[in-house]
């Protein structure tokens, strides 16, 4: 059996890059404390995308016809292509958004843009559908809401159809807290018990790749 198909030992493997895109932009902002218990949960190198830090700018008449000529030209190397490319690099996917405006913060959508590239994180087949041209099978979202995430938790779901629809990434799972804002919240009590459920995730993760697996191992 080939061990890179086994999750367990995929898991292992020293060059496994994880992807944090942080959009968290408050001083002492609780979704990226509850990021941060996420991505403790992961192995590999951890490349941390700050958006504020990053200045991304939307996508404008001038920077939509310079990337389609890039594209055109075989997609050199290019700062206008380097947030496709590192998304598509990435084995696995940390976002960390706040719950603004019932969905994210607008740095998020401008990543987006930047992300969504014919021919680096997607493609069409001959049957107009598209694929995804991506390396990660999961995009783990994290968000935290003053009040109630209201359904169907526009933000998760749409960057879900993102995923499942363009990358192929097929997994996707959000990590909440909300009501943190409440008058009556204790909110320390909030993200203590979001902890509870990530830690739990994880465990349940790792019980579940301990059943046996085919996998070479150098144990009688
Ligand atoms: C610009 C802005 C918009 C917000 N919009 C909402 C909202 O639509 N619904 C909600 O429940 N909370 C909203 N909140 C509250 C935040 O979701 C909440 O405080 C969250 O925990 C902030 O995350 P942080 O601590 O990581 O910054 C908003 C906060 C800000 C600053």
Redesign the pocket.
Known sequence: MNPVSCETCEKRTPERRVLFVNA???E???????ARRVLSHLEGAVTELDLEALELRPLSRETLARREALLAAGAPEDPLLAQARLFAAADEIVL?A??????F?ASVKTWIEHVNCIGLSFAYGPDDRPYGLCRAKRLLYV????????PPNDGYTYLKALCNTFYGIVETHCFA?????LRAAD?EAILAEAERRVDAFFEEETRQRRTPCAAPTTNP
């Open positions: 968290c932009v408050r002492g902002s609780r979704t990226l404390r509850l960390a706040p719950y603004w405006d019932l969905s913060p968000m935290t809401a003053g009040g109630p995430i209201l807290a909300e009501g943190l804002d909110p």
